[in-house]
């Protein structure tokens, strides 16, 4: 990818998608929003290839050293409510498990809320951010990272938490295969949601979360249920030890390896 904006290739009606590579910076996110606050249309595409402050879900850190990773944030102006902003994260996720397949033959799994998983290893995270008047609206930027070689030495903390995609397909695609890939995925799905269509019964498909045991803790609480479901709009449904049903919107969540 060259350092000036370029055109990706006409694969939406209504937005002109384009994207320009940066070198290093704090975040993609802060280049986007700092755009989007500007008044820059839907469809731009800015990826990095070093963030010295990436961030994730609750204000974690996103660490990738330089070259590694494909980091990237788009911006849209859709017609939506902020209720509906997590559906945004969902087509992400499918975009990129979606891309992922279709490169490298790799079953990506996904786990609540915005997470990237492989072989019980996180891949990569997304996150989206927002801005509204009242419960509308004004842009939403959806940024994520995703680990294309191994992020870390053996003897880095994180490196048996993480994995990459080198290390689990034959041939690794190149990092701009991955970013067409995904957008194209990603535009489509944003089709079909102004169709009507929404993401969360394709996305609970996906999720590891489901079926399983978790653990929660938010709010200074601590709890422990099974996780049964999502709601069109993002939240986790966990049923209780005791029976009840509680919808989960936030806070960490933690769960088991699969047998």
């Not at 986007?32 to 606050?37: F, K, W």
Request: charged content about 20%; aromatic content about 6%; overall charge neutral.
């Amino acid at each position: 990818m060259g350092n000036v904006e370029s055109l990706l290739p006409p694969i939406d009606d209504l937005i002109r998608w384009r994207w320009r590579q940066v070198g290093r910076t704090t975040s993609t996110q802060d280049l986007v929003i700092a755009d989007a606050e500007e008044g820059a249309p839907a469809g731009l595409v800015i990826c990095a290839d070093e963030q010295t402050a990436g961030r994730g879900r609750l204000h974690h850190r996103w660490e990738s050293p330089p070259g590694v990773a494909l980091l990237c944030s788009l911006l849209l102006r859709p017609e939506m409510s902020l209720e509906q902003s997590a559906q945004l994260t969902m087509i992400a996720g499918l975009a990129l498990t979606d891309a992922i397949l279709e490169l490298t033959s790799v079953v990506v799994d996904l786990k609540w809320p915005n997470d990237l998983y492989v072989q019980q290893r996180k891949l990569g995270g997304i996150l989206t951010e927002t801005a509204a008047v009242g419960n509308v609206l004004r842009w939403a930027v959806v940024g994520f990272g995703l680990n294309v070689r191994a992020p870390f030495p053996p003897e880095h903390p994180l490196a048996q938490q993480s994995t990459s995609l080198q290390a689990v397909c034959a041939q690794l695609p190149s990092r701009e295969a991955l970013l067409r890939a995904t957008v194209c995925h990603f535009a489509a799905y944003c089709r079909r949601r102004r169709d009507g269509w929404s993401p969360h019964v394709a996305w609970a498909g996906r999720l590891i979360t489901l079926g399983q045991q978790i653990t929660i803790a938010a709010g200074g609480e601590r709890w422990q249920g099974m996780a049964v479901g999502v709601t069109p709009a993002g939240a986790l449904r966990v049923r209780r030890a005791d029976g009840r049903l509680d919808e989960v919107w936030g806070g960490e969540v933690s769960l088991s390896p699969r047998s």
